[in-house]
């Protein structure tokens, strides 16, 4: 049984460019959120996403955007990339919105913005 | 909103001793949920105990066992007999409640460095 799982593993990116990161959840999963985590420091929420909807927000940017695929599976798409864009990219997966030990996370995906 | 503090940026253990890694929590909710995250220079976070607010009893999971101090807004998680395999970041997280689920908010962490 496939935990979550991300990629790329590692990019790099230009500053002014777009990217999209992946994540496929636990099997039996049906929710997906992203947290953004810069180095030396705790993740943030970015979004989640149920039912193919996002259902939660934190604290970013419109140039945050994302996509569930009816299979659960996400996307989280960056667009005009910033140095401080810079981060690891987790996705955790749950079975509805809860967010409970039942969370998984994945391995993250290293984004690297010069 | 819901904030946690983790204190010590860094701690140093003895192989196959104990060691008590702090964390204090903020909230004007009533029940709510406390976890405990370890991440290897991996990445991945590997879930470690969680605690409820209304649970009576502190939490255990093998070695790891949570001190839940509820007057006093901490939620400390204990390591017994460390081992090597041990050496990471360590992350206490909260539950937050939001307008069609929840959320983690995530402390600052802790490194934690067994020596042998």
């Known amino acids: 049984d496939a935990g979550v799982t991300q990629s790329p593993t590692h990019l790099i990116k230009t500053r002014g460019q777009q990217v999209t990161l992946r994540c496929s959840p636990k099997s039996g999963h049906d929710t997906v959120s992203w947290y953004q985590q810069a180095l030396g420091q705790g993740p943030q929420f970015i979004f989640q996403y149920y039912e193919e909807e996002e259902r939660q927000r934190g604290n970013f940017p419109d140039r945050f955007s994302g996509h569930q695929f009816p299979n659960y599976s996400s996307e989280l798409n960056v667009n005009a990339l910033l140095l401080g864009d810079s981060a690891l990219y987790l996705c955790?997966?749950?079975?509805?919105?809860?967010?409970?030990?039942?969370?998984?996370f994945g391995p993250g995906t290293r984004l690297t913005v010069t | 909103a819901q904030k946690i503090t983790q204190t010590q940026p860094g701690m140093f253990v003895q192989e196959k001793e104990a060691v008590t890694l702090d964390c204090t929590y903020d909230?004007?909710?009533?029940?709510?949920?406390l976890f405990w995250y370890k991440q290897p220079s991996s990445g991945e976070m590997i879930f470690l105990i969680y605690?409820?607010?209304?649970?009576?009893q502190n939490a255990t999971e093998g070695r790891y066992s949570l001190n839940f101090q509820k007057a006093r807004k901490s939620a400390n998680l204990v390591i017994s007999a460390s081992q090597l395999g041990d050496s990471a970041m360590y992350f206490c997280a909260m539950r937050e409640r939001m307008e069609y689920g929840n959320k983690l908010v995530f402390g600052a962490g802790t490194i934690l460095r067994v020596k042998s």
């Open positions: 955790a997966s749950s079975l509805g919105l809860g967010q409970g030990r039942d969370s998984y």
């Open positions: 605690q409820g607010s209304y649970d009576e």
């Open positions: 909230t004007s909710d009533q029940s709510y949920g």
